[in-house]
Structures are given as C-alpha cells and as structure tokens.
C-alpha cells in the first residue's frame, strides 16, 4: 500500500481517523453543547478516567474541537507540565481571552478582562498579561490568593460572560491527577459553586487522569464523589477494535481478509495506541488488497517493536534494579489487573509490605504504576506486564 496514504496514526494524543467506541461520550457531549446553547444553563463536570494510551487526550482535543468554531471560551492545561495548575489555566485563558476579543464585542467582554487581570497578576506576578486590549485589573473578585476562592470567583464571571454573549465556557484539565490536593480542592469548590444556583452558569468542566483520580479528588474533597459525571475511558470492545482498522481502510477501497483482521484484533487485545500502531506497520508492509495473513504477520512484528521501544521500554529504563525485581513479581502474579501489595510482597519472599513500600512509593512518583485503591497496585500502561515478562 502506498504508505503516504496510510490512514493511521499512533502517537500520544494524536486523533485517529475514527474514533470507535467512543460514540457514547461524544453524543453525551453533543447534549451538554446544545443545552448550554439554547438554555444558556451549564451541567456537572465530567472526570474521564483511564489508562495511558486508551484516548482520554484525544477526546479532550475532540471536545474542545467541537466547540470551538461556536465562539465558546476555550481552556486545556495539562497539570504538572508547567508548574503550579492556576499558572497553566492561566496562560491558556489569556490566549483565549485575546481570541474572544476578535470575536466577540469589547464592551460586554470589559469586566471579565478586568477581573481576569486581576486573577493573572495574583497568580503569576511574574507574567506579563496581553489581552488584545488595554483594561485596568479589577480587584476584589478572584485576586484574594485564596485558591478555591479565586478560581470560583473566575468562573463565576466566566459563566457570567459566556451568558450574557449566549455561548458557553469550556475548561479542559488533562492530568488532573498530577495536580496537588489543594489544586484538586480548589478545582472541586469552583466547579461546585458552579451548579449551586437554580440556573446553572454555562461552565462546562472536564478533567482527565489515570483510574485513580477519581479517589483523589475524593480525598481532596469529600463530596467529589457527587459532583462530577465520571466517565471511565477503558479498552475498546471487539466492535470498536474491529471499526479502527477497518472503517479507516475501508475508505481508500481497502479490505482485510477475515484471519489476518482476527490475528491483528487478537494481539491488540482493545488497546487503542496498539491498534493504531497494528494499522499503520500492517498497512505499510502490504502488498496488495485485500490485507492477508502474511501482511500482518509483518506489520505485527513492526508494530510490536515500536510499541516496545515507544511506549514500554522508556518505562523499564526509568526503575531501578530493585524497582524492577518489584515489577517483575507484580506481572507474574498478572499484571493487567491491580494486584494486592501483600501479594506482591509475598512473592518476593518478603515478609512485610513495608519492606517493598519504598520501590512502590517510586514506582508511582514514575508514573509507571498506580493505586486504584489502598492496598492495591496496576500499572498504568495497558500491555505492561506481558512486556515486563519478556524481559530478560
């Protein structure tokens, strides 16, 4: 096949050309966009929560996509990549701010480029802050330095605002577990006083992370575990497998044989980043339509070495001998689903989980596994332990 013509695209937060299996959180979306349009009123925020490699950053990107050819106020930050959460949403507002002002008109734009002035220069004193337009910063409003209290009080104007223009404000979080209890807490107290009047204001909040950060934001506050639609982000079914290498190929007149479309599903086993690794190699190694065994035995092969050297063997390289020895156990007892730290321990013949605690505790600092509940270990990274146990 010709290979420019190659419809796949693996690679970390890069859309494919369908996305299968997804149908439900989009059309779920679609609701919340409507109504926000026609009823100016804004609904729960959304946690998406899943394993690395399973789509949540695409979906955020979809999401945002959606929307933002309407007007909307638009925000995605990634927590941890550039320090102090608050930091990051802000320079991603002032670049949405600085659009909305080609769009929309300055004078009922005014207050909220003056309170969010004024949030900018508490936040990030250090940053210089171009709106498009020259205001004088309003205080009193999100400038107290109070976290929960500033950023509440922002996205009361920014509901305010979206209102008063008939849009809708969207605010995108992506590793929202990486942010710290009092970021969390913040985040929670605004997007609850967000849904406390009888008229919801037009903020719509979505949040991305691991498994785990649902427990985390309940830890940061208590009542997250009612706040928030959550909305797992897990391993595709056989029918959305099967519509991510077929549908794409489908639309360049391309088939797959029904055994070499099996072998493919098969080695997949639902993991969206491996699918689309699978279409890409198998695509560029065949030789003619239909797709056939033998080109996938090829691509197979290609795939599975990127994926190794891509996505797993950054992660081995990262753990420490001890780590390792750590991770190895964890994959012989499984691996793929979270295993009981006394188990663990047991089968390094250590008599006390706290005799493996340290490695643990680094292990998930690495991002290389997490806590979906106490006392219990996964990694984060579909495939991981059949990687882990190849390893000599």
Known sequence: MDPVA???????????????????VLSAFDVVRRRVETTGEGDRGWVLNGLRGVGKTVLLNELMSRVNSTGWIVAKVEAGAAGPLLVGLNQALTRSMRTATGRHPVPRLRRLLSVFKAFSLKVDPSGAVSLGVDVDPLHGV???GNLSADLAGL??????????????????????????????????????????????????????????????????TSYAERLYDYRPVGLLDEAGSRDALVVPARDF??????????????????????????????????????IDADDV??????????????????????ATPAQRDLMRA???????APTSVSDIARAMGKSRTSDI?????????????????????????PGMHDFVERQP
């Open 6 to 24: 190659n419809p796949y695209r693996p690679g970390a937060g890069r859309r494919p050309p369908l996305l299968a299996g997804r149908e439900d």
């Open 142 to 144: 999100a400038d107290s």
């Open 155 to 220: 996205f009361e104007v920014l509901g305010q605002t979206a209102r008063d223009l008939a849009i809708g404000v969207l605010i995108l979080v992506d590793e929202l577990q990486e942010a710290s209890s009092d970021e969390m807490a913040a985040v929670n107290v605004a997007v609850h006083e967000l849904g406390q009047s009888g008229s919801p204001l037009p903020v719509v909040f979505v949040g991305a992370g691991l498994p785990s950060l649902p427990a985390q934001l309940a830890d940061a």
């Open 253 to 290: 007149a391309v088939g797959w044989e029904p055994g070499a479309l099996s072998a493919a599903l098969e080695t997949a086993r639902g993991y969206p980043y491996f699918l689309q690794a699978i279409g890409k190699h198998v695509w560029d190694n065949a030789k003619h339509d239909p």
């Open 297 to 318: 035995e090829v691509g197979l092969l290609a795939a599975r070495e990127e994926v190794d050297d891509g996505l797993y063997r950054s992660r081995w390289e990262r």
């Open 330 to 336: 964890f994959a012989r007892l499984g691996g793929e």
């Open 357 to 381: 605690s340290v490695a643990r505790n680094e292990l998930i600092k690495k991002g290389l596994v997490f806590a979906p509940e106490r006392g219990l270990l996964a990694f984060t990274v």
